[in-house]
């Protein structure tokens, strides 16, 4: 009996040493599971940060052509209204014209 309990002590005791060892290995591989999540993080941050830059930027460009196109307009609408007042004495005094002579 003596015997089969020494030889339960010495398995109990292999098996400790079995489970200190797998406990300081994953106790090891802990940092670099970390490290390696964290740079995975960043690299995702980084391309979330990347593509909200593009969208922002094509969304100032798209502004920013608005603003250039409503300048345009608004410009050629002036030279349209210049002709339009330098032409309208004219156009009255046709149609003026055109109805006298005709009644």
């Known amino acids: 009996m003596n015997e089969k309990h020494i030889q339960q002590v010495l398995e109990i005791e292999k098996q400790a040493q079995e489970i ?3 406990a300081k290995r994953e106790a090891q ?5 970390a490290e390696q999540e ?3 993080l960043i690299a995702k941050a980084k391309a979330d940060a990347q ?4 969208r922002l930027i094509a969304s100032a460009q798209s502004d920013d052509a608005s603003t250039q196109v409503a ?3 608004t410009s050629r ?3 349209f209204e ?5 032409n309208f004495d004219k ?8 109805v006298i002579g005709r009644a």
Not at 29 to 33: N, V
Not at 51 to 54: D, G, I, L, T
Not at 82 to 86: E, G, I, N, Q, V
């Open 20 to 22: 200190q060892e797998k």
């Open 29 to 33: 591989e802990i940092p670099a599971k």
């Open 38 to 40: 964290a740079q995975a």
């Open 51 to 54: 593509e909200e830059a593009r």
């Open 71 to 73: 300048a345009g307009n």
């Open 77 to 79: 609408d002036g030279e």
């Open 82 to 86: 210049a002709s339009a007042r330098k």
């Open 91 to 98: 156009a009255v005094a046709f149609v003026l014209e055109r």
